[in-house]
C-alpha cells in the first residue's frame, strides 16, 4: 500500500485556463475559440487568453454557458512500483498511475508530472496543475531528474 501525500490549494484562473478546466477543449483548442472571438464574459467577447475570472462570470462559447471546472489544484506524489504506465489512460488496458490514486483524492485533469517507464520505480508527481507540469517538464526550465540505473 503506497503512502500519499496530497496538497490541495484555492486557484484563481484566467480564461483559458478556465475553458481546459471545464473540459472545452486542450490549450490550443480553447485558445483558438477565444481568438476566434467565440467566447464571452457575462456577455461581452472576450479576446484575450489571459483575462482574469471569477466566480461569479458567466462565460459562455458559442452562447452556450461554461460549466466552470475546477476550482482546486491538487498535488500529489506517489512511488510508482513496476508495471505500472505513467499515463492517464491505455487504449490496451494495462495499469496507469491513476489507478494507484485512492479515490478521495482524485481529482478532475489529474496528470503525471513526467514519465517513468513501465518497469522503472520511483517518485512521480501528479497534478492538474498544468504550469507547474510544464515546469517540470519542458527542457527550457532546465529542472534537473536523477536515475540510479
Do not use: C
Not at 472576450?46 to 475546477?70: A, E, K, R
Not at 501528479?126 to 531528474?145: A, F, I, M, S
Amino acid at each position: 500500500m503506497a503512502a500519499w501525500y496530497a496538497h490541495i490549494v484555492a486557484a484563481s484562473t484566467t480564461l483559458l485556463k478556465h475553458l481546459v478546466a471545464a473540459g472545452i477543449g486542450a490549450r490550443r483548442a480553447s485558445a483558438a475559440l477565444i481568438v476566434g472571438g467565440r467566447v464571452a464574459i457575462n456577455g461581452l467577447i472576450s479576446d484575450s487568453l489571459t483575462q482574469p475570472i471569477s466566480v461569479t462570470d458567466n462565460v459562455t462559447v458559442d452562447g452556450n454557458q461554461v460549466t466552470p471546472g475546477p476550482t482546486t489544484k491538487t498535488y500529489l506524489m506517489a512511488h510508482k512500483p513496476g508495471g505500472y504506465l505513467s499515463t492517464v489512460t491505455d487504449p490496451r488496458g494495462r495499469p496507469t498511475v491513476l489507478n494507484l490514486v485512492p479515490i478521495k483524492f482524485r481529482a478532475p485533469g489529474l496528470v503525471p508530472a513526467g514519465r517513468l517507464d513501465m518497469p522503472t520505480t520511483g517518485l512521480i508527481v501528479l497534478t492538474n496543475d498544468g504550469d507547474l507540469v510544464n515546469q517540470l517538464t519542458h527542457p527550457r526550465y532546465g529542472v534537473e531528474k536523477e536515475y540510479q540505473a
